[in-house]
């Protein structure tokens, strides 16, 4: 049976992207497919924390410009504000999605990774090690299928491991805005608590920030039909971010219901990478970290197994448990701020907490970074309350 790859990668954002290199430079015959014609923007933060922009640099990614580095995270409740500092030094990265996927996308292709845009996915048959994928351009071979197209991920459903999330549903708002003459660049995203939903700004580029506002199902009827003065109605409700920003310098976009869920992750002969394999919340703005890093592990696990020759679920099961360990503090924290910021007035108390105690803050960065214990869940809480 002649292969068209050994590997189809469905995807060519960053999960796929990221784990197309990896995969290729491992050695292995890999075929990214995406069904847009061009990179296509996403509503997203845009912010990489310290353990995201490592991962890219071991991938050997180069850092994409223009971007911004932010040395830490601030929480903004009316007057009160909690500054915290990623530990040893490390600083995130804040960079427009369209930026950084034409980044990967030019690297991808400098190497010699084949990517195929406009080629829709409309189909999968046959068995692990031996792949008939049907798109839009006909069929194609592979031994290996790696889904990685994102929160509404066809490939997910296609391989039949789509699960119906639980929980309360969040959506999300995103512009761009230029900073007025005189306001400097922010060294830490901010993350604003407003009634009924959370501001995030993330430095983006010299002059300009994404605002990003997470919320419930309270606020998304204000979305339809005018989703730019939704926005900027959004941003009014934190009067010192209003003040900071000038014009709009991109559209609104929007998305959600946030919460993404996969019944798993690995299937014989394909494993699901970033999105498309499960998503808890934007809150704690891990989100492209946990993608590179479990692009990472899924290249690495890949490879290994299709030099063995060996492709079902289980060959494959290292990666989910290796990803799950991965993702697992960051999804801990991430369900602790979810619970505490339904509670605004819990929720105040605990940024003044934070701004009288930026140890405690520090801390918490790092156990979100995957540092520490999981019983200092446990003492943050505590601590907090």
């Not at 922009?53 to 990614?61: E, I, K, P, S």
């Not at 934070?354 to 214990?373: C, H, Y």
Request: proline share 5%; with cysteine.
């Amino acid at each position: 049976m002649g292969f068209d790859a050994e590997v189809i990668v469905v995807g060519g954002g960053l999960a796929g992207l990221a784990t197309a290199v990896g995969l290729w430079s491992r050695g292995r015959e890999v075929l990214v497919l995406d069904r847009a014609s061009a990179g296509r923007d996403k509503p997203c933060g845009e912010g990489m924390l310290p353990h995201g922009v490592a991962a890219l640099v071991r991938a050997g990614f180069p850092i994409p410009e223009p971007s911004m580095r932010f040395v830490g995270i601030a929480y903004r409740d009316g007057d009160t504000r909690a500054m915290g500092t990623f530990p040893r030094g490390g600083t995130g990265l804040g960079v427009r999605r369209t930026v950084l996927d034409a980044s990967l996308d030019a690297h991808a292709r400098s190497l010699g990774v084949p990517v195929r845009r406009g080629v829709r996915v409309t189909g999968l048959g046959g068995e692990a090690g031996a792949w008939r994928v049907s798109t839009s351009d006909g069929e194609l071979r592979a031994r290996v299928v790696v889904g990685a197209d994102g929160a509404r991920s066809p490939t997910r459903r296609l391989l039949g491991l789509h699960a119906d999330p639980a929980g309360r549903k969040r959506w999300a708002l995103r512009r761009h805005h230029a900073l007025r003459p005189g306001v400097p660049d922010p060294e830490r995203v901010v993350v604003s608590l407003v009634e009924d939903a959370e501001l995030y700004v993330t430095p983006t580029a010299p002059g300009q920030v994404n605002v990003a506002v997470l919320t419930e199902d309270v606020l998304t009827p204000t979305f339809r039909g005018d989703r730019d003065g939704a926005h900027a109605r959004l941003v009014t409700r934190d009067p010192a971010l209003a003040e900071m920003l000038a014009e709009p310098v991109s559209e609104t976009l929007a998305t959600g219901p946030l919460r993404v869920a996969a019944r798993d992750v690995v299937t014989d002969g394909a494993v699901l990478v970033g999105d498309a394999a499960g998503f808890v919340d934007g809150i704690t703005g891990e989100g492209m970290s946990l993608t590179l890093v479990a692009a990472e592990l899924a290249a690495e696990v890949v490879a290994a197994a299709l030099v063995r020759g060996t492709l079902d679920a289980r060959s494959l099961r290292p990666y989910a448990r290796r990803r799950r360990a991965a993702v697992a503090a960051s999804n801990r924290m991430t369900e602790m701020v979810l619970a505490g910021i339904r509670h605004r007035r819990l929720a105040s108390r605990v940024v003044r907490h934070l701004a009288r105690s930026p140890a405690t803050f520090d801390r918490l960065l790092a156990l979100d970074a995957g540092e520490g214990s999981p019983l200092d869940l446990l003492w943050l809480a505590r601590a907090a309350l």
